[in-house]
């Protein structure tokens, strides 16, 4: 049976996406901050809510910022919500923070008085949108282009290379809602919450040999 390590750093809800990969038959889940445990997974979930300062100071604690460059790069690997946000280069928030650096761009904030179509637009931006495919990826088996996934963020993904952005939203603004690069695949929304788009995307990866 594959396992599954879902990468525990105290920032996330770890336990509802590990209930998820379960549901969709994913193999031994794991929610676990054992870096050896995380080394032998067959595939690797990278969670993450919160503040991103707060997050990066414990990744960089647990020496889990290199450790997610090595295990991404020969694995499936998924990155969600602030996991995602994490593994750019850097972030705006709290005054500008460092990450993790494995996909060229910059996290930046929505900002306030955003209007569109005469409305106002509330940060964050919360609640089910779509998403519009720009790379024909696995990931996206059994999804319809402009599918709708649950998000939950107030700072948005401006890639460095537009190559890599496998589906954009919008939100007052186009913004990177997922990312892909080899084995890696990150998402901003939350697959978890998102009902039978999400599950299926998590089914997917579940069944991706990290190739594309």
């Known amino acids: ?23 969709v038959g994913a193999g031994r889940v794991m929610v676990t901050s054992d870096a050896d445990v995380i080394r032998e997974a067959d595939r690797v979930v990278f969670p993450g809510v919160g503040a991103i300062r707060d ?3 414990e990744i960089r604690r647990l020496g889990f910022d290199e450790l997610v ?30 990450c993790i650096g494995l996909f060229p761009g910059k996290v930046r904030f929505f900002g306030k ?19 519009a495919r720009t790379l024909d990826h696995p990931l996206w088996h059994n999804i319809p282009d402009q599918g709708r996934f649950y998000f939950v963020h ?41 009902h039978t788009n999400g599950l299926q995307l998590l089914q997917n990866f579940a069944a991706w040999d990290g190739r594309w």
């Not at 049976?1 to 549901?23: P, R, W």
């Not at 460059?69 to 750019?88: H, N, T, W, Y």
């Not at 990177?176 to 978890?192: I, K, M, T, W, Y």
């Open 1 to 23: 049976m594959q396992t599954v390590a879902v990468i525990d750093y105290g920032m996330g809800n770890l336990h509802s996406v590990a209930k998820a990969l379960e549901h």
């Open 55 to 57: 997050c990066m100071a």
């Open 69 to 98: 460059r090595e295990v991404s790069k020969d694995r499936p690997f998924l990155g969600i919500c602030v996991g995602m946000q994490a593994l750019l280069e850097h972030s705006e928030e709290n005054g500008g923070v460092d």
């Open 113 to 131: 008085g955003m209007v569109e179509d005469g409305e106002l637009l509330k940060v964050p931006h919360m609640g089910w949108n779509e998403v």
């Open 154 to 194: 107030s700072y948005y993904i401006e890639a460095g290379n537009p190559r890599q952005v496998a589906g954009r939203g919008h939100y007052g603004k186009d913004f990177a809602a997922a990312l892909a690069d080899g084995s890696r695949f990150a998402v901003q929304f939350h697959p978890e919450k998102s």
